[in-house]
Structure formats: structure tokens, C-alpha cells
């Protein structure tokens, strides 16, 4: 007791300049190594205070979460945080550009704020290929009471963390990658740690419940499917959406949607079934959507996925779209709700490609594959320190010339209103995340992006948020209000892909350096590198 009280009197300094009337909550996790046998072999998981995947995060908006990290692992280790905005604060991203690894048996804490946001996310580990092994976990954010939500309280409100898995161990898996060659197939799907008919998610009959369904998976795009059943789209990452019935539902990597799902089927057992999509080998697991008054097991074989390709795929991208009548805290560049209305000021353009340096597999964004420096580059901005990266060592367009390894950052201004334009010139989906930030996706279709191209943009009712694919040999247009100033990564979130070398990192600068701009350096952060000893901030 006396430790927290003493723990929670040293930040609270730090965070008097932010919202220090907000709620705090305090979480104290201790990462360690543990059996698990997701798909009925022993294997190395990575455990959460015990647990895979990791505990929970719930938490109303404008709170601030304390979250301190205890890495008992025998490696450096970092959780980062898929979609949280972290406004002012790249400093907490937990991603290497940005952090130091938290060392074996070391701590750190991180001091968030989920400031004017609600919706559904999920935590991860970074580094390395830990996510392999587990650590992630799932986040919602709910709305402040008394502020209205378009839809009646569910009955009951489950998170469904769901992606591809391999029953290698991820020391294994980062072997491969190290040594040049490209990731086997996964060996199978899992729904929250567990593979075929592992988890039950019990139902009264007549009654509504929500889903919330993140992929955590490593390198495939996945449906999913309740069977008998619709689902009501109501949520993509923080935007509310207009809520359309699907039967089958796309989900790339890192991306989370929330569903409505009403039980009004004769009572008894349904599969959830999710399969893996683009990919030649389709994998398929299932859950149990079980009736509380249940007259038997599910009847037939689980529904199958959409088996046509992208045609398919597009047309539902392009039917998600925001309730521009929900309330509910929503990005707003320039004091304005009408993003189609504001002239963009730079349009860049980002092409992944593959090939080889020293005589191994890489990944690229317009041919910089990015390579960790052996500092983190916001250390480095901060301190003045020289020689860990260049400003704009990463052009913004595809040059299709030869790849190159470096601390790729791209220099971008506050408060300037871009367009992103995604490209994708290869047969696998891609998903790409924007640390920092929700963007509006105001385009996607086949074939190549040109000027032409924005004739058929949304500008009125896209949703806005953080991660989007982009599916084979098409592109995805965003765009994005830099609202928010730091270092702050831009990866693709297949993750074998993100660790060759498809990722980089925008500088968004203010020359104002003012609190009211960027957080100062938090006074416990992790110094390392070229910036080990350096002194953080006084009390
Ligand atoms: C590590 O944890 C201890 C208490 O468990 C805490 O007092 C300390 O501030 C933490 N260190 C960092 C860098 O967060
Ligand atoms: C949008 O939200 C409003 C306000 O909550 C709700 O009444 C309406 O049904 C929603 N519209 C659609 C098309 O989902």
C-alpha cells in the first residue's frame, strides 16, 4: 500500500499539466515465460500476470493508465499499443524507435492518457517476434456515462482476439527471418489463445451482445462468421459506423471492429468460425456461440468464408461507413467535423517491396527497409544526438530503384493535412498502421492509384481509424490530419514483413517546443545507447 501511495506522489508532478482531475488506474504486470498448448503441442507462450492472451484493458474515456511493466523474460522486451491515440506523447509508444527495451528484470512504466477516445483495441509486444509467443491482450474504451452511444447496452460485451499462429517457437521464427528465408504458412487460426471449439461464449436467447474483434495474428487477413447469425457492424476502431448487417466479415492484421450480435435463432449451439483470406491454403478454426437454453450442439459444418477475391473484399470496405449522427469523440483537424472540405497539402505515396540485401529477404517502404539504429531515434531527436538517422532518408514516392537499409524517418509539419496513398503491387494483402493517429480512408480499389483516382473518394461519411488494408494489387487512399507532434511509426502490421524492414517513422515537428505541443521526456524513462546516462528531467 505504501508503495503505490509513494509511486503514485512521484508522477503525479508529471502528470499535473494533463488532465490530473481524470481517473486514474493502475495496472502492475509481470511478463513471464509459461506453457501454453494452443494448438495441442507444448509451446513457450509469453504470459501476462499468467495469462495468455494478456489480461484485459478496460478503461472510460479521458482516464489516465499507469502500467507497470516487469520483464522477467531473459531478453529486452516492450508492449506497445495498437490504436491508443497518445496525444502529445510519442514517448509512451513503447515501439524501438521510440523506447528503450525494458531489460530482463528490469521495469518501466508507462503513463497513458486515453484522451477523447472511445472504441476497441489491443496491446502487443514489439520487439523481435515476441508477438509469436503472445503478451497481447485486448483494450476497450468506453464512453463517459450520460454521453449516448447509437445503440442500447449489450447484455454482454466479449472481446474475440483473433489471428493466424504457428506452434514454432518465436525464438525459431526469428531465426528464419535472421537467416534470410521467409515464414513457413501458419499452422493454425486461434480465438483468444485457443484453436478449434476452445472458447464458449454463452447467450440468452433474445437478447444482444457485442463482439469485439481484433486480428492479433502475424502475417494473414482472416473472416469471420457466426453462424445463422448477422452481424451488426457498430464500431472500427473508435469511429461509430453505420450499422450495416454482414454474414462474413473481413478483418486484416491489427485491425478490430466491434459487432451486435442478436441471439434470435431456435436455441441451441452455432459455430463462430473464422478462416484465414487471400491465401492459397485456407486454415479455419472455431468458437462456440452457445444458448443458455441449448437443445444440442451446432447442427452441420461451420459456415465457410467468401471465396471470391478482391471484388468482394472492396465492396465491403466501401460499405463501412461513419454515422455522422452518433456522438461520440471523433477526430476534428482544424475545427472542422467536414474532413472532405480541407485541402490536403502533401500527398505521399508508399509502395512495399521485397528483395534482397547481403544475400537476404527484405521488406521495404519505397525502398528503405527500415534497420534499427542503436539508438531510438526520439532519444536521439531529443538529445541532439547526430548519426543515428536523417530527416527525410525515406522518399515520398515509390522509386522502384534498389533497397537500402537505414533508420528510415520522414519529416512532416504539425498541423498539415496529408493524403497517404497506400500501393500495393503484390497478389498478398497488406495492412498498414499509423502509430499516433486515426486517419479517414476515403479511397481503396484495384489496379494503380493515379490523380484520377480521387474523382471516387468518400469525403463525406469514411471512418476514421488506425490501422487499413490494402489487398492484392490495389491501393488505399487516407487521409491524415497531423494533429499530434512526436516520432511515430508507420509499419506494416504483417509482422514478419515489419521486422525486415517494412516500417519507418514520421517526424511530426513543431518549432514551438511547448508542453502545450509535445510532453517533455518522461523523468523515468529508459535511457540507452548513445543516450545512457543522460540526465531525463528534474522533479
Ligand atoms: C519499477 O517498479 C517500481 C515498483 O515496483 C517502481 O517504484 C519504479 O518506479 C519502477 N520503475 C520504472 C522505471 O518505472
Ligand atoms: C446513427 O446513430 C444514430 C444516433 O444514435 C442512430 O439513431 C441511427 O440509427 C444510426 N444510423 C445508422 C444508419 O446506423
Given at each position: 500500500m505504501m508503495k503505490k501511495i509513494i509511486f503514485f506522489a512521484s508522477c503525479f508532478c508529471l502528470l499535473?499539466?494533463?488532465?490530473?482531475?481524470d481517473p486514474y488506474r493502475f495496472f502492475t504486470w509481470y511478463v513471464t515465460y509459461g506453457d501454453i498448448w494452443p494448438l495441442g503441442v507444448k509451446q513457450q507462450g509469453i504470459l501476462i500476470n499468467g495469462q495468455f492472451p494478456g489480461p484485459q484493458i478496460q478503461a472510460v474515456t479521458n482516464d489516465n493508465l499507469i502500467i507497470n511493466v516487469h520483464n522477467y523474460l531473459r531478453e529486452p522486451f516492450l508492449i506497445s499499443w495498437n490504436?491508443?491515440?497518445q496525444r502529445r506523447n510519442?514517448?509512451?509508444?513503447?515501439?524501438y524507435g521510440t523506447n528503450c527495451p525494458i531489460p530482463p528484470k528490469g521495469n518501466s512504466t508507462y503513463i497513458l492518457q486515453v484522451k477523447d477516445q472511445i472504441g476497441s483495441y489491443f496491446y502487443f509486444p514489439?520487439?523481435?517476434?515476441?508477438k509469436a509467443a503472445g503478451g497481447f491482450g485486448g483494450i476497450r474504451i468506453l464512453s463517459r456515462p450520460?454521453?449516448?452511444?447509437?445503440?442500447?447496452?449489450?447484455?454482454g460485451d466479449f472481446t474475440l482476439l483473433v489471428g493466424d499462429w504457428y506452434k514454432a517457437n518465436h525464438y525459431d521464427l526469428k531465426r528464419t527471418l535472421d537467416n534470410g528465408y521467409t515464414l513457413p504458412f501458419p499452422d493454425g487460426l486461434l480465438i483468444n489463445g485457443r484453436g478449434w471449439n476452445g472458447n464458449t461464449f454463452t447467450v440468452d436467447q433474445g437478447k444482444t451482445y457485442r463482439f469485439r474483434i481484433?486480428?492479433?495474428?502475424?502475417t494473414t487477413c482472416i473472416n469471420i462468421r457466426f453462424q445463422g447469425h448477422a452481424m451488426k457492424l457498430v464500431e472500427v476502431e473508435g469511429s461509430h459506423t453505420v450499422q450495416n448487417n454482414y454474414y462474413a466479415l473481413d478483418i486484416c492484421m491489427g485491425q478490430s471492429y466491434s459487432v451486435l450480435v442478436t441471439a434470435?435463432?431456435?436455441?441451441r449451439d452455432y459455430y463462430i468460425a473464422t478462416s484465414t483470406r487471400f491465401t492459397a491454403q485456407v486454415l479455419t478454426t472455431t468458437a462456440i456461440l452457445h444458448y443458455?437454453?441449448?437443445?444440442g450442439r451446432p447442427i452441420g459444418a461451420p459456415p465457410g468464408g467468401p471465396t471470391t477475391q478482391i471484388d468482394w473484399s472492396l465492396n465491403q470496405a466501401r460499405s463501412?461507413?461513419?454515422?455522422?449522427?452518433a456522438s461520440g469523440p471523433r477526430p476534428n483537424p482544424q475545427g472542422s467535423?467536414?474532413?472532405?472540405?480541407i485541402n490536403t497539402v502533401r500527398t505521399i505515396r508508399l509502395a512495399n517491396s521485397w528483395g534482397i540485401i547481403n544475400g537476404k529477404q527484405r521488406f521495404a517502404v519505397n525502398s528503405a527497409s527500415f534497420s534499427p539504429p542503436d539508438t531510438p531515434m526520439k532519444l536521439a531527436d531529443y538529445y541532439k544526438i547526430g548519426g543515428v538517422f536523417s530527416v527525410?532518408?525515406?522518399?515520398?514516392?515509390?522509386?522502384?530503384g534498389g533497397m537500402c537499409l537505414q533508420a528510415s524517418v520522414m519529416a512532416a509539419n504539425f498541423r498539415d493535412y496529408v493524403e497517404i496513398i497506400f500501393e500495393n503491387y503484390e497478389n498478398a494483402a497488406q495492412s498498414w498502421h499509423i502509430d499516433g493517429y486515426s486517419f479517414w480512408v476515403v479511397g481503396m480499389d484495384g489496379g494503380q492509384w493515379s490523380p484520377?483516382?480521387?474523382?471516387?473518394?468518400?469525403?463525406?461519411d469514411a471512418v476514421s481509424r488506425c490501422t487499413v488494408q490494402v489487398y492484392p494489387r490495389s491501393w488505399t487512399a487516407v487521409y491524415l490530419p497531423l494533429d499530434n507532434v512526436g516520432m511515430w511509426n508507420i509499419r506494416s502490421e504483417d509482422w514478419a514483413r515489419q521486422y525486415l524492414g517494412q516500417q519507418f517513422y514520421l517526424?511530426?515537428?513543431?518549432?514551438?517546443?511547448s508542453w502545450r505541443d509535445e510532453y517533455p521526456i518522461p523523468k523515468n524513462a529508459l535511457l540507452c545507447g548513445r543516450a545512457s546516462g543522460r540526465k531525463t528531467r528534474p522533479l
Amino acid at each position: 500500500m505504501m508503495k503505490k501511495i509513494i509511486f503514485f506522489a512521484s508522477c503525479f508532478c508529471l502528470l499535473a499539466f494533463s488532465a490530473a482531475d481524470d481517473p486514474y488506474r493502475f495496472f502492475t504486470w509481470y511478463v513471464t515465460y509459461g506453457d501454453i498448448w494452443p494448438l495441442g503441442v507444448k509451446q513457450q507462450g509469453i504470459l501476462i500476470n499468467g495469462q495468455f492472451p494478456g489480461p484485459q484493458i478496460q478503461a472510460v474515456t479521458n482516464d489516465n493508465l499507469i502500467i507497470n511493466v516487469h520483464n522477467y523474460l531473459r531478453e529486452p522486451f516492450l508492449i506497445s499499443w495498437n490504436g491508443l491515440l497518445q496525444r502529445r506523447n510519442s514517448w509512451q509508444d513503447g515501439v524501438y524507435g521510440t523506447n528503450c527495451p525494458i531489460p530482463p528484470k528490469g521495469n518501466s512504466t508507462y503513463i497513458l492518457q486515453v484522451k477523447d477516445q472511445i472504441g476497441s483495441y489491443f496491446y502487443f509486444p514489439s520487439l523481435a517476434l515476441h508477438k509469436a509467443a503472445g503478451g497481447f491482450g485486448g483494450i476497450r474504451i468506453l464512453s463517459r456515462p450520460r454521453i449516448p452511444v447509437p445503440f442500447d447496452p449489450p447484455a454482454g460485451d466479449f472481446t474475440l482476439l483473433v489471428g493466424d499462429w504457428y506452434k514454432a517457437n518465436h525464438y525459431d521464427l526469428k531465426r528464419t527471418l535472421d537467416n534470410g528465408y521467409t515464414l513457413p504458412f501458419p499452422d493454425g487460426l486461434l480465438i483468444n489463445g485457443r484453436g478449434w471449439n476452445g472458447n464458449t461464449f454463452t447467450v440468452d436467447q433474445g437478447k444482444t451482445y457485442r463482439f469485439r474483434i481484433s486480428n492479433v495474428g502475424l502475417t494473414t487477413c482472416i473472416n469471420i462468421r457466426f453462424q445463422g447469425h448477422a452481424m451488426k457492424l457498430v464500431e472500427v476502431e473508435g469511429s461509430h459506423t453505420v450499422q450495416n448487417n454482414y454474414y462474413a466479415l473481413d478483418i486484416c492484421m491489427g485491425q478490430s471492429y466491434s459487432v451486435l450480435v442478436t441471439a434470435n435463432q431456435p436455441p441451441r449451439d452455432y459455430y463462430i468460425a473464422t478462416s484465414t483470406r487471400f491465401t492459397a491454403q485456407v486454415l479455419t478454426t472455431t468458437a462456440i456461440l452457445h444458448y443458455r437454453n441449448s437443445l444440442g450442439r451446432p447442427i452441420g459444418a461451420p459456415p465457410g468464408g467468401p471465396t471470391t477475391q478482391i471484388d468482394w473484399s472492396l465492396n465491403q470496405a466501401r460499405s463501412i461507413r461513419w454515422n455522422l449522427t452518433a456522438s461520440g469523440p471523433r477526430p476534428n483537424p482544424q475545427g472542422s467535423y467536414h474532413y472532405g472540405l480541407i485541402n490536403t497539402v502533401r500527398t505521399i505515396r508508399l509502395a512495399n517491396s521485397w528483395g534482397i540485401i547481403n544475400g537476404k529477404q527484405r521488406f521495404a517502404v519505397n525502398s528503405a527497409s527500415f534497420s534499427p539504429p542503436d539508438t531510438p531515434m526520439k532519444l536521439a531527436d531529443y538529445y541532439k544526438i547526430g548519426g543515428v538517422f536523417s530527416v527525410g532518408s525515406i522518399p515520398d514516392y515509390p522509386t522502384f530503384g534498389g533497397m537500402c537499409l537505414q533508420a528510415s524517418v520522414m519529416a512532416a509539419n504539425f498541423r498539415d493535412y496529408v493524403e497517404i496513398i497506400f500501393e500495393n503491387y503484390e497478389n498478398a494483402a497488406q495492412s498498414w498502421h499509423i502509430d499516433g493517429y486515426s486517419f479517414w480512408v476515403v479511397g481503396m480499389d484495384g489496379g494503380q492509384w493515379s490523380p484520377e483516382s480521387r474523382k471516387g473518394y468518400n469525403l463525406r461519411d469514411a471512418v476514421s481509424r488506425c490501422t487499413v488494408q490494402v489487398y492484392p494489387r490495389s491501393w488505399t487512399a487516407v487521409y491524415l490530419p497531423l494533429d499530434n507532434v512526436g516520432m511515430w511509426n508507420i509499419r506494416s502490421e504483417d509482422w514478419a514483413r515489419q521486422y525486415l524492414g517494412q516500417q519507418f517513422y514520421l517526424r511530426v515537428f513543431s518549432p514551438a517546443n511547448s508542453w502545450r505541443d509535445e510532453y517533455p521526456i518522461p523523468k523515468n524513462a529508459l535511457l540507452c545507447g548513445r543516450a545512457s546516462g543522460r540526465k531525463t528531467r528534474p522533479l
